[in-house]
């Protein structure tokens, strides 16, 4: 067997869609496998000795703020296409349904809620969703849900 | 002059915008925004502007708005699933069913899973090409010299419009001299652009291509690696003949001939030859009310008797093809199993 | 003489209102140069061909400049091929420098985009001939180069080197799809998953996931503290802009303009790859190559004036092949077609009147976007003056909007960024870096084809070598670039510990 065989490669048209992948995942498990050994394990010796905690565990964590960021915007995806359907093809979808997302939004990261940031609040919910719904939607027709 | 001319472009624009939020009720069964998705990803390509060119002739007639959206086979046909009420139809091409005749991923039988709408124009451009310096004359000679067990490598994108000209001429050289369709082989390429490239890297024999992308490079100097021929279009005869006289680009109608059945034929089944439309034509959703299809049916019919949106087809080297959609749907489910018997007769 | 006739006031106009509609476009991020045409192209239909192509070439320009707002301001890439401009861009912002950015990047932008239009105009047909030598296997050595920079992107190099295969096997999702010539087989991914994702993760909607999402979120779990106070004392402090940044930028400027122009020239290889390649030559031959990424002009210089010069890259196989260079050029090939004018190798010749408008067209272009950006810039970039609770919904919604418009309405796409927001803050939590594993995602892709392409038509590894000259000489600049980040790597730990020795 010739040096030159060894580089030889045979690719099926119809198995080609798993060639790349394979290697790309074989190089992956091996980094892996040496991330664990070189970097893993000192870390979980640390952890146990208890000189340090899990590296995700670390600083204050404010979960009303994240989680109910994660919450609006999933209910937020939720409704813009079942509410864009009612009235199809017009963008109000987004329209009706970012101006409640993005007052709750606005509030929910407010640290002093009196009358002035209230209203800023407010007037921005209401002025940003409309004003790029009528510039995309309605003047270019870029598709909205 | 030109400051009016533009003051009313802009006007239209922002009129445009307007007219929507206070459109009176217009007298169809569609709602005021009708949404034609398509089967391909890009804005610039033949079935975004057959499709344009008619949904601005269908915003005109339906005193609707008609908006094209590029999404894609996929996402195209999910959405059609989904919206059974009228605002979204789709605009594609015989992909959709040969597709499904490749074992596509994503196609199903469009037949059974949507309904088939109007057919609207032609692309008639689906060709194929040699290099100037190639060793073959036509088709004929590719084809006899597969025969003798040269192998011919011939660049296509599987699994569609690209392939099906392709399996025509496997199966020919099948029926002609059977056993030996195996030395016709397929380079596996993407874009237009790596189909030129396959050729011009010397890995490809044969291409498929079109009138209007490659025609210019048909007419450089034969010393110009770039330069090509044609050998084959797959229309049929009668479509080119609709084309106009002057043809693409400095390549007439009566050039263009030469490259059609019968002057080149590749045989379907031994006796009639094989020819490929690519032809445009509406998808619907299967529970779509029967009345919103007739008056689709009916509203193209009036615009393709007014004559105007043929001429601008014919511009965009389109050519105009309407057929309303009973009688499309069993053109195109007869063209479908033609097809269907010649893939099938190469895979068994 | 009929140049001239073409050259009316409303060809200028319409070159004006394309600049200004693309810059837009170009700072919504997720909306791109592709789609402010795409919007634009029904309006061409009223126009004739000298007209049209003013307009869309200004909506081109702008597109693509547009992208360094969001990318220096907010650390969200407005287009993919600014993604290396957030690197320095937004650390400078942070400074209170954001203006100084903004204006060094519109200035190299107005250099790329100069640059390449006079390179289209005068070597068009030669480099189209040239461009046709890179078969598969050069364009995938050209990929490979521009991966390199994940090695020095990498804080760690460990880390950053596990990051970039993440971001490639992300970018491997989906089909592998046959506008390709893939063969349209799906892999990693189970049956359930294929409705969605065979078409894989869109690019943009992972990019603003990653950068814009995931910083929300991070800020959420911080509380949302405000800090306009603080950004308006730094912003008084932040140095000023002037043009002698530029001094030393020349070399620069025109590497990056070179590499913008000619990566814009190859069909397929297409944006991000030029300002990626750009930005990880300027770090190989950077004097101070350390502090690359934590806000220097270079990096911004770099980054900008290749994705400008983009611009007149991609119209060369556009008008001398009748190819696009990418995408947005795609959408042109329609109005040519539209107008019943055919682009090919002979468009050039055939078409003389066109092709010097549309050279006047393409420079005019540049100075408007130039103008428009510069003197904008001062009130853009107040940006950062504006208290969180009102600016981090308004960034949401319009990341929704640029995420859904993207492939012209899909609902995936829009929790594809909500998917990547999170996953980008949880990766950020676990050690796993960003810059590298967007790098590999923007190029796995076309890393797939080009090199499994290449196997199946050569089916021998050492076609990666003997090819030709040119890919050698490709070979030379991996392991320099390699070499270099290696070297750089080592010089920096050693510093560490001396450091840390002292």
Same mark, same amino acid.
């Given at each position: ?61 404010? @979960?009303? /703020?994240?989680?109910? %960021? !994660?919450? +609006?915007?999933? =209910?937020?995806? &939720?409704?813009? *296409? ?28 407010? @640290?002093? /809620?009196?009358?002035? %940031? !209230?209203? +800023?609040?407010? =007037?921005?919910? &209401?002025?940003? *969703? ?16 | ?348 | ?502």
């Amino acid at each position: 067997m010739g040096l030159s065989d060894l580089f030889e490669v045979r690719i099926v048209f119809d198995e080609s869609h798993l060639f790349f992948p394979r290697i790309i995942q074989g190089l992956l498990l091996a980094m892996a496998l040496v991330i664990v050994v070189v970097r893993g394990i000192p870390t979980l010796r640390a952890v146990w000795a208890g000189h340090r905690t899990w590296p995700v565990m670390d600083g204050p964590f404010d @979960h009303l /703020r994240f989680f109910g %960021t !994660l919450g +609006l915007t999933v =209910a937020y995806f &939720l409704l813009m *296409p079942p509410v864009g359907e009612m009235v199809p093809n017009t963008g109000l979808g987004f329209l009706i349904v970012s101006i409640p997302y993005m007052a709750a939004l606005s509030v929910l990261y407010l @640290h002093r /809620r009196d009358r002035r %940031t !209230l209203l +800023l609040a407010m =007037a921005n919910a &209401l002025i940003a *969703p409309v004003a790029v719904w009528y510039l995309l939607a309605r003047l270019l027709n870029v598709t909205l849900p | 002059m030109k400051k009016l001319s533009l003051g009313l472009c802009l006007a239209a624009t922002v009129a445009g915008g307007i007219a929507t939020t206070s459109a009176a009720l217009a007298d169809t069964g569609f709602p005021n925004n009708l949404r034609i998705v398509i089967g391909s990803k890009s804005t610039g390509g033949d079935t975004y502007q057959n499709t344009a060119i008619v949904a601005e002739a269908l915003a005109e007639k339906l005193d609707i708005n008609v908006k094209v959206d590029a999404v894609g086979a996929t996402a195209a046909f999910k959405t059609l699933k989904r919206v059974s009420n009228g605002s979204t139809i789709m605009m594609f091409h015989d992909q959709s069913y040969l597709g499904y005749l490749y074992g596509r991923k994503g196609y199903e039988n469009p037949f059974e899973e949507y309904r088939i709408g109007p057919t609207v124009s032609i692309n008639p451009g689906s060709a194929y090409l040699v290099a100037q310096g190639s060793p073959f004359q036509g088709l004929d000679e590719l084809m006899t010299a597969c025969a003798d067990g040269t192998d011919i490598r011939v660049a296509i994108q599987p699994g569609g419009v690209s392939e099906i000209g392709y399996s025509a001429m496997k199966n020919a050289i099948r029926i002609e001299h059977p056993g030996k369709e195996g030395c016709l082989v397929a380079v596996n390429r993407g874009s237009q652009s790596d189909k030129n490239q396959a050729m011009f890297d010397g890995l490809a024999d044969l291409i498929h291509g079109s009138v209007q992308a490659n025609e210019q490079y048909t007419r450089l100097p034969a010393d110009d690696q770039k330069a090509m021929r044609f050998v084959w279009l797959t229309a049929r005869n009668q479509t080119i003949q609709q084309a106009n006289p002057e043809g693409m680009g400095q390549t007439s109608r009566e050039d263009l001939l030469q490259y059609v059945e019968p002057n080149v034929s590749v045989t379907q089944d031994g006796e009639k030859n094989f020819t490929f439309d690519k032809e445009f034509f509406f998808l619907f959703n299967k529970d779509m009310d029967p009345a919103l299809i007739e008056e689709l049916d009916q509203a193209l019919t009036e615009i393709f008797a007014e004559g105007e949106i043929q001429e601008t087809q014919k511009t965009s080297f389109f050519i105009p093809n309407f057929m309303p959609s009973a009688e499309a749907e069993a053109y195109l489910k007869d063209k479908m199993s033609q097809y269907a018997t010649i893939i099938d007769a190469l895979h068994n | 003489m009929d140049v001239l006739s073409a050259l009316d006031p409303l060809f200028f106009v319409l070159i004006s209102a394309g600049a200004a509609i693309g810059i837009v476009f170009g700072a919504i991020p997720g909306m791109t140069a592709t789609m402010a045409i795409a919007v634009c192209l029904p309006l061409t239909y009223a126009l004739d061909l000298n007209h049209g192509l003013a307009l869309l070439l200004g909506l081109y320009v702008g597109g693509i400049s547009g992208g360094l707002v969001p990318a220096i301001l907010l650390n969200i890439p407005g287009t993919p091929s600014s993604i290396t401009t957030t690197f320095d861009g937004y650390p400078m912002c942070q400074r209170g420098e954001g203006e100084r950015a903004l204006k060094i990047g519109v200035v190299s932008s107005l250099f790329g985009g100069l640059f390449s239009a006079a390179v289209l105009f005068l070597f068009a047909p030669v480099l189209s001939d040239f461009a046709i030598k890179f078969s598969y296997v050069e364009k995938f050595l050209i990929i490979f180069l521009a991966l390199t920079v994940i090695a020095s992107l990498s804080r760690n190099l460990l880390m950053g080197l596990f990051s970039g295969l993440i971001g490639v096997w992300l970018a491997l999702i989906g089909t592998y799809d046959v506008s390709v010539g893939g063969n349209g087989d799906t892999r990693l991914m189970t049956e359930a998953m294929e409705p969605y994702l065979s078409e894989g993760f869109s690019l943009l909607p992972v990019l603003i996931g990653l950068f814009g999402v995931a910083a929300i979120l991070k800020e959420a779990e911080q509380g949302i503290r405000e800090n306009t106070e603080g950004m308006r004392i730094t912003l008084e402090k932040g140095a000023r802009f002037s043009l002698g940044v530029f001094r030393n930028q020349g070399v620069n400027l025109v590497r990056s303009g070179v590499i913008g122009t000619f990566i814009g020239m190859l069909p397929g290889v297409g944006g991000s790859a030029a300002s990626v390649l750009s930005y990880t030559q300027q770090k190989n031959f950077s004097k101070a190559p350390e502090k690359m990424g934590t806000g220097v002009p270079e990096g911004v210089v770099a980054s900008e004036s290749a994705n400008n010069g983009l611009t007149g890259g991609a119209l060369v196989p556009l008008l001398s092949l009748g190819i696009p260079g990418d995408s947005t050029t795609a959408v042109m090939i329609g109005a040519f077609t539209l107008q019943g004018v055919q682009v090919g190798p002979l468009f050039i010749g055939e078409n003389l009147e066109t092709w010097n408008t549309m050279m006047v067209a393409l420079v005019f272009a540049n100075l408007v976007m130039f103008a428009i950006m510069f003197f904008a810039i001062k009130y853009v970039a107040r940006v950062v003056m504006v208290p969180k609770y009102l600016l981090y919904p308004i960034i949401m919604i319009m990341c929704v909007v640029g995420a859904y418009a993207i492939n012209y309405g899909v609902m995936f796409d829009v929790w594809t960024l909500l998917l990547f927001g999170l996953g980008g803050y949880l990766a950020g939590k676990v050690g796993i870096e960003i810059a590298p594993l967007v790098i590999g995602f923007i190029l796995g892709g076309q890393a797939e084809v080009y090199f499994v392409k290449s196997l199946e038509s050569f089916g021998t590894y050492t076609i990666f070598f003997t090819k030709s000259p040119i890919a050698m000489v490709l070979w030379g600049l991996i392991v320099l670039s390699i070499a270099f980040s290696v070297y750089n790597l080592v010089k920096a730990s050693r510093r560490k510990t001396q450091e840390g020795g002292a």
